[in-house]
């Protein structure tokens, strides 16, 4: 007896007989639509739809072939699966209704019995297709829910390492003494050049794989040595001599060891890389007459010779125990006159279209 939930299986053939025969064998386990045209088919899909079609190849009008184009190319009928019924005299080739989407292909006069186990086997082969799709979406879901907490926990980690730098900028600025924010300015500033060259188009070569967020977060590094240079010097309210401004100089090379020895080198750090830069250039100048490499030219990294702009207008624009405030104005004209010298001067041409951006910050 055929169970309540029997699926519907769909058999299209123009000869009345085969219908009834067919419909014979298929009704003791499934719900039998019938249909004795490709056309009676395609109107009666239109209200039902069956788990399988059995498709007579050789009808008038429009033959198999034809119905399963139409069936392979409709959204909502193209994955029911199509069982060929054919004559062993039709001549066609097995493998064209196969290559066309047919799931398998049963020739005329069929037996019933081998019918029923095919149409058992390819319906629940369409089963396991969707268990697998099924299978396939919750997985992916779980993936993308996976991929959203490793973006989350990757903020909330950025943060905390944001948050424990900036803290520790903010102590050696208190050693320092020295009031202004200049770890926090100078972030600023280095984040409006790095924009400024990324949409300037040139120095394609340099931006290549520039994270500014990461870069920004790591120029904070930059005087990092200062911790380790004695408060006499660093407090010092008077103009250093020579010989303490030797010793203030230290912080470069003081920074790039300290930024060396917190890279045990087990993972490719860029935030460690470009704070290495950061801390080993920025007092370079462009005519060789920096400290402490005294390098020239492009020889200075490019990061350096960008965070040097940052560094000087901030040092600039800032009060100090032994010098006033510049103006924004004196500031930029101070730059500009070091075009070349103290400065790349391509990248003092790029300053000075984005100064009105540096007059805007917050002291
Ligand atoms: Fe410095
Ligand atoms: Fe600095």
Known sequence: MRSEDAKLVMLVDDSGTNLMAGKAALSENYKVLTAGSAAIMLETLEWSKPELILLDVDMPEMNGFKAIKILKGRPETRDIPVIFLTAMNDGISELEGLELGAVDYVAKPFSPPLLLKRIELHLLLEDQKHVLEAQKNELQHYNDNLQGMVVEKTKTILKLQNKLLTAMAEMIEGRDGVTGNHIANTRRYLGILLNAVIKSGLWADEIEGWDVELLCQSCQLHDIGKIAISDSI?????????????????????????????????????????????????????????????LSGENIPFLGRLMAIADVYDAL????????????????RIILDGRGKHFDPALVDLFAKNTDMFRGIEK
């Not at 203030?248 to 920074?255: A, R």
């Not at 790039?256 to 830069?277: M, P, Q, R, T």
């Open 234 to 294: 660093l407090k010092k309210p008077g103009k250093l001599t020579d010989e303490e401004f030797a010793a203030m100089q230290q912080h470069v090379v003081l920074g790039v060891h300290f930024i060396e020895n917190l890279d045990d080198g087990e993972d490719d750090s860029a935030f460690l890389h470009y704070a290495k830069i950061f801390a080993g250039y920025h007092h370079e100048k462009w005519d060789g007459t920096g400290y402490p490499y005294k």
């Open 317 to 332: 624009t800032a009060e100090r125990p032994y010098k006033k405030a510049f103006t924004h104005d004196e500031a930029v």
